[in-house]
Every structure is written in structure tokens, then in C-alpha cells.
């Protein structure tokens, strides 16, 4: 069966560009208007992979999607990096200061706070995904109304770009992961790079004593973000991502830390895109 790929939004989104980037062709995409629809089609068997944002370099990490991946068993088998790059657009002949209200996702929306405040004219409307506003005012012939998105999306819907390039910090890039219900096999394919889950004793220096294992077995780690455990206030997960150059020194990392905390779970190793 030819891969499907289950992405966050519609053609054109970001999501879209990360499938035709990361599997180098055009690509069979499901087209899902939620992390969570995304998870549930991979778990139905609608899609053999996913492509899902995880961090920005501007508005940081999606907790929930964290959550997803975990409580869902699912597992990160790659990671793709792209530069993301916000337009205000419309319907083709408007002008920006007549515009009432532009739509877009949540995360676009911050990464583009600084524009706003030089037209606080426009009412932010938070919206399901980039593109689908895009596509969605063109359907609808739309006016004084925008969409925040990829020229792509633009392109793709012909919509007109009223101001290129809005976001905040310029160096704007994105994470995204390549996520499955199965882990990846090596297959002669180089694997340099983990995604991990671990819970701890609530006890001084256990944090300390699992980066000096890290540390000890050359793991290089990128990445921490924790979570609260629900269910037992004021305790935390850690998620981490370490990256490494030898795999059985991982491994002998990995045994050690599976005595050391109270529960962890290797979330996927995968090829180190950076």
C-alpha cells in the first residue's frame, strides 16, 4: 500500500509542505482539522503516518501534542525542520486598511503579534488551520476579511499578499515530527536521535542524577520540556530528545534509566535532521 500521510490542516498548510519535503515527492495526504483527528486516523488505520508540529522556535513547544504521542502509544519515527514564513492575504484588490478581521491558527497568530499592533484595526480571530481560512475566503469570495499563511496557500487559492513575510523574528522555524503506530527499523538507515519520556521519584537531585547518565554515556541532550502528572499535583513528566553517535551506548544509557525512574518509555529513535 503507498503511503498516506495524515497532516494537520489542508493543502497548502505547513503541514503539507513538510510531507512534500520530508518524503522528497508529492504525497497522498489526509487531510485532518485537529491534532487529535490526525492521531485518531493513524490509530484507524486511515493513515500510515503523520506529520505533527511540536515546537517553534518563537511560541515554543505544543504541550498537547506531547500528550497525544504518549497516551496514544504512538511513535516519533523522524523529524523535519522548515523556516516558516507568514502572509497577511485576501481576496484580490483590497488594501490592508480595509480589512476588519483576519483568521488564522493560534500559533500563526502569535508568531505574528508585532504586525498586529501597528494595525489594531484588525480583529484576531483564532481559526482550525492557515490554509483551510485561505481556502475558505476564497471559496466564499470573502472581503475585508484575511488569512495569515504560506504563499503556497496564496498560490494554491488565488489569494492576493497584502504584506510578505509578517512574522516577529525573521529566523521563525518550526519542528515538526514524523509520527506512526509503528517504531522505526533501522534497515541499514542511520539512527542518532531519541524522543523520551521519563517520570521520577519526587526526591532532591533525581533530575541531576539522569543527566549525568546522559552525560556518562555521551548523549548529547537537545532537548526538555516538562508536564504536570494529572493525576498527582506538583509531579512532573519530562519529555527529552538526545542525540548521539553511538547506538549501543544509547542502549546501556537507556538500561540504566529504566532502573533509575519510576517509569520511562522511548518514544521513537529516528535519523537527527539537523
Keep these: 500500500m503507498d503511503k498516506i500521510i495524515a497532516i494537520q490542516g489542508v493543502q497548502g498548510s505547513f503541514h503539507h509542505l513538510v510531507a512534500q519535503e520530508y518524503y522528497h515527492q508529492e504525497v497522498e495526504v489526509l487531510e485532518c482539522m485537529s491534532f487529535a483527528e490526525l492521531t485518531k486516523s493513524l490509530l484507524n488505520g ?56 483576519v483568521y488564522s491558527h493560534p500559533m500563526a497568530l502569535l508568531q505574528c503579534k508585532e504586525f498586529f499592533k501597528k494595525h489594531p484595526h484588525i480583529k484576531l480571530i483564532e481559526d482550525s488551520d492557515t490554509a483551510e481560512v485561505a481556502r475558505r ?56 536521535k531519541a524522543s523520551l519520556k521519563f517520570e521520577l521519584e519526587s526526591k532532591r537531585g533525581s533530575l541531576v542524577s539522569v543527566l549525568n547518565i546522559l552525560r556518562d554515556f555521551n548523549l548529547d541532550m537537545t532537548k526538555i520540556q516538562s508536564m504536570p502528572i494529572i493525576e498527582f499535583p506538583w509531579k512532573y513528566s519530562f519529555f527529552i530528545d538526545v542525540t548521539f553517535e553511538d547506538y549501543s551506548e544509547f542502549q546501556k544509557a537507556m538500561d540504566i534509566l529504566e532502573v533509575m525512574t519510576e517509569r520511562l518509555t522511548i518514544l521513537g529513535t529516528y535519523k537527527n535532521s539537523l
Design 46 to 101: 486511515d493513515a500510515t503516518e503523520g506529520v505533527m508540529a511540536i515546537e517553534n522556535s518563537i511560541a515554543g513547544s505544543i504541550l498537547p501534542n506531547y500528550a497525544l504521542i504518549d497516551e496514544n502509544n504512538l511513535k516519533v519515527v523522524g523529524e523535519h525542520y522548515i523556516p516558516i514564513d507568514m502572509n497577511f492575504m485576501a481576496m484580490p484588490g483590497q488594501k490592508i486598511e480595509n480589512i476588519k478581521k
Design 137 to 192: 475566503i476564497s471559496e466564499k469570495g470573502s472581503t475585508k476579511v484575511a488569512a495569515v499563511a504560506s504563499k503556497a496557500a496564496a498560490q494554491l487559492f488565488g489569494l492576493e499578499i497584502l504584506a510578505e513575510s509578517i512574522h516577529t523574528k525573521k529566523s521563525n522555524a518550526t519542528r515538526f515530527l514524523i509520527i506512526s503506530t509503528k517504531k522505526k527499523e533501522p534497515n541499514g538507515d542511520k539512527i542518532d
